[in-house]
């Protein structure tokens, strides 16, 4: 069964850091490029970051000196880790299955784009 599973969210005070995880299972998560996405209540879904097959990644602007992905296809995981968390970082943050190895189109959670979602971790910054 292809699933994604999100792990590693949490309640954390501004300026602090979390490491989300993004477990595959069921397909070789190697072979894709993977996307984190963000939804606050009230709010559209938006792309956090992307990483290609080979290892090569985007960032939306809000977060890209902050936020690092990485993937360990060893371990058919990939990875968000953030630091300097604020307030507004507040989200549920979901991976997503490129359809492709490379980060194409990887900003908007269309399905023509993504075919497989994870549930979603919530990550929750205090101020």
């Keep these: 069964q292809v699933q994604l599973v999100e792990s590693g969210g949490g309640l954390v005070q501004t300026g602090g ?56 296809n060893s371990k058919n995981t990939v990875y968000l880790q953030m630091h300097s968390l604020q307030p507004e970082d507040t989200a549920v943050y979901y991976c997503a299955r490129n359809t492709y190895s490379i980060c194409l189109n990887w900003g908007s959670p269309v399905d023509a784009t993504y075919d497989q979602w994870g549930q979603g971790t919530q990550v929750t910054v205090s101020s």
């Design 17 to 72: 850091s979390l490491r989300l995880s993004c477990a595959a299972s069921g397909f070789i998560l190697g072979n894709y490029a993977i996307a984190w996405f963000r939804q606050a209540p009230g709010k559209e879904r938006e792309g956090v970051g992307c990483i290609s097959r080979d290892g090569s990644s985007n960032y939306e602007d809000s977060v890209k000196d902050r936020f690092t992905m990485s993937r360990d």
